[in-house]
């Protein structure tokens, strides 16, 4: 069974950083594409970032970069965003998603098959 739990997010002053983290467990990742996305209140999920869990295709969302980066831990299992310059905008719950599957469109949450709970990232002004 695959699980997927993030951790790390918490309350920021606009300007700060955060590393979120994404333990993962039930599978072996060698070339499934990890990714972020995030959801703020009353918005859709909005993709934040992707990498080839090999370190391949690493893609980031225009919003985020330059300020944020992906990076993995294979001998940990853990996939991680580490998030600086943060602005009240980056507001949200962010999630860790995992597919074995490869798709044109990999910015879309509809090909990852595995998520996790979320955890809130609060950037205040």
């Known amino acids: 069974q695959v699980q997927l739990v993030e951790s790390g997010g918490g309350l920021v002053q606009a300007g700060g950083s955060l590393r979120l983290s994404c333990a993962a467990s039930?599978?072996?990742?060698?070339?499934?594409?990890m990714a972020w996305f995030r959801q703020a209140p009353g918005k859709e999920r909005e993709f934040v970032s992707y990498?080839?869990?090999?370190?391949?295709?690493?893609y980031y969302a225009d919003s985020v970069k330059d300020r944020f980066t992906i990076s993995g831990d294979y001998a940990k299992n853990t996939l991680y965003l580490q998030m600086n310059s943060l602005k009240p905008e980056d507001t949200a719950v962010y999630y860790c998603?995992?597919?074995?599957?490869?798709?044109?469109?990999?910015?879309?949450?509809?090909?990852?098959?595995?998520w996790g709970q979320g955890t809130q990232v609060t950037v205040s002004s």
């Open positions: 990498m080839r869990w090999s370190g391949e295709y690493i």
């Open positions: 998603a995992a597919t074995s599957r490869y798709s044109a469109i990999m910015t879309s949450s509809r090909v990852y098959d595995y």
């Open positions: 039930g599978h072996t990742f060698s070339n499934d594409f």
